[in-house]
């Protein structure tokens, strides 16, 4: 696997068969706190059902034929809720209402207390994953400044001291992630975008505090939000994006087929491997293998082979699970072909 040319891999999520989540519910939002009526499964039998759902999952990907591959978030509510709301510092019972960019009301977090880490959150996650499967794998887990921004700050006179402390919290678990047995750990660091200015400031410090120690590959996951959730025009290009380069993470995750990124810009992160986003969430066509190999050449011109990781644009939970299983079929037969031709 070390010497595969263009290995495959996904950002984090699957779809959660209609048995474990509402799924109605869930096309509704992106969970910043708990949402526990999400689940269909009462909570005596929740995590049976849970780790059904995650071995189905694992074979999905396996069939697919992906290289790195990951648990499916089946345990999450979100990407990022379950890790960030299982911290010290946080008042889950009294959320905070903001207004999100889109005008709409949101409950999030509220931040009372010196953020740390109390006890090891996704470690039974991974222990779980690298039982069920021999290929590499991949676990992650929200970055620092995504989840600051998630959060309702009444307690930090300073926000950069609470994305530092959400960095400290976020190593000490990864640490133990590493110790798992994880083969790659991905940061998802996606509101990178949403601010930044402060992100100029305080992300790559923090992203450096959060990986800090390890020595297994890490990865930073940079998007636009959920094709099913942000629709319509996305950007053509990041506010936030080669300032990465003088972070430690070895690689950078970014979503590009959606929004038909300018990936002229993948020249500002040399020396950083690519996991480029040829899948795009937002069409429900399964894109055919030549399709998808025509945007791994495009990539190529920019970045050399040996420095691109195929992958879909973002997390794909809010697919359903055909139309997924289908896309990263297609992601491995592309990413074939074009192996074959450098071959």
């Not at 021999?134 to 930090?156: D, S, V």
């Not at 939000?225 to 996305?234: I, R, S």
């Not at 066509?285 to 495009?298: C, H, L, P, S």
């Not at 973002?314 to 072909?337: I, Q």
Request: proline share 6%; aromatic share 4%; with cysteine.
């Amino acid at each position: 696997m070390a010497d595969l040319l263009l290995p495959t891999t996904v950002v984090g999520s699957y779809p959660q068969p209609d048995w474990l989540v509402d799924r109605a519910l869930l096309k509704t939002m992106v969970p910043r706190v708990r949402v526990r009526e999400l689940w269909r499964v009462d909570e005596a039998h929740l995590a049976e059902a849970q780790n059904d759902a995650t071995i189905l999952a694992i074979r999905d990907m396996e069939r697919a034929g992906i290289d790195i591959i990951t648990d499916g978030e089946m345990r999450r509510e979100s990407y990022s809720n379950r890790f960030a709301t299982a911290l010290d510092g946080i008042d889950n019972d009294n959320p905070a209402t903001i207004t999100n960019r889109a005008g709409r009301p949101v409950s999030v977090p509220r931040v009372v207390g010196k953020v740390a880490r109390k006890r090891p959150v996704e470690v039974e996650d991974m222990l779980f994953l690298r039982r069920h499967t021999t290929r590499k794998a991949k676990i992650t887990l929200p970055g620092p400044f995504t989840m600051a921004q998630q959060a309702h700050n009444e307690f930090y006179k300073d926000n950069d001291e609470m994305v530092m402390d959400f960095a400290a919290a976020v190593n000490e678990e990864v640490r133990d992630l590493e110790a798992a047995g994880a083969d790659v750990i991905q940061l998802d660091d996606p509101w990178l975008r949403n601010d930044p200015d402060a992100a100029k400031r305080i992300a790559v410090p923090a992203l450096n505090r959060a990986l800090q120690g390890l020595k297994v590959p890490t990865v930073v996951h940079l998007c636009f939000g959920y094709a099913a959730v942000v629709p319509g025009e996305k950007p053509s290009g990041y506010a936030f994006l080669p300032q990465l380069a003088d972070s430690t993470a070895d690689q950078i995750s970014i979503e590009a087929a959606q929004p038909k990124l300018d990936l002229g810009m993948l020249q500002d992160l040399a020396g950083k491997t690519i996991v480029l986003g040829v899948i795009d969430l937002g069409d429900r066509t399964v894109e055919t293998a030549e399709t998808v190999a025509g945007r791994i050449r495009a990539a190529l011109e920019h970045v050399p082979a040996k420095r691109l990781v195929p992958a879909p644009d973002c997390g794909m939970k809010y697919l359903s699970r055909d139309v997924a299983f289908g896309k990263l079929m297609a992601l491995s037969a592309g990413a074939a072909l074009v192996r074959n031709e450098l071959s």
